[in-house]
């Protein structure tokens, strides 16, 4: 099994980054240009990601390659202290259909003076073709967090 965790400050409030986390169309704006999603089952995006239910997309790199199909299951939680999004999803076919585990976890905490800090924990096994997705998870997280930071500021009122 192969991981890594990466950790960003957003400018924003721990609840409309958890908010935000449930929104496909962010899902979609964070991926670009580098992926896009069609969803299969069900065949639109809903509003928002519902936690324990089962969304089924087609991935293609830069909108032309195909990569194979995905699912994406949120399993959600939040209390007083942090809010949790992890995605219990798999690869289902082509490339992706090559891992054999896949676990995504974003943790959302207050700072203590001011942003939400995000913590995102990738693991995953291919077997040997592992490291192979290394390069290429560490490059789009990278980029994920950064149009995170820049969208963020609009994904909530004022901040204190």
């Not at 609840?15 to 962010?26: G, I, T």
């Not at 999603?37 to 790199?61: C, D, I």
């Not at 995504?104 to 990738?122: A, F, K, N, Q, Y």
Request: hydrophobic content about 40%.
């Amino acid at each position: 099994m192969m991981s890594f965790t990466r950790r960003v400050e957003l400018s924003c409030t721990v609840s409309d980054a958890f908010a935000a986390l449930h929104n496909p169309e962010v899902f979609q704006s964070v991926s670009k240009p580098f992926l896009r999603f069609t969803p299969l089952a069900p065949t639109v995006f809903p509003q928002r990601y519902e936690s324990g239910k089962s969304y089924v997309v087609r991935a293609r790199a830069f909108g032309i390659f195909p990569l194979g199909t995905q699912e994406i299951n949120p399993i959600t939680s939040s209390d007083a202290d942090r809010s949790v999004f992890t995605d219990n999803g798999r690869g289902l076919s082509g490339a992706l259909g090559v891992m054999r585990q896949f676990h995504h976890t974003i943790t959302l905490e207050p700072s203590g003076h001011g942003p939400t800090v995000l913590v995102d924990r990738l693991e995953w096994d291919a077997g040997f073709l592992s490291p192979a997705f290394y390069v290429g998870f560490r490059f789009f997280w990278w980029w994920r967090h950064t149009v995170m930071k820049r969208l963020a500021p609009g994904w909530g009122g004022p901040q204190d």
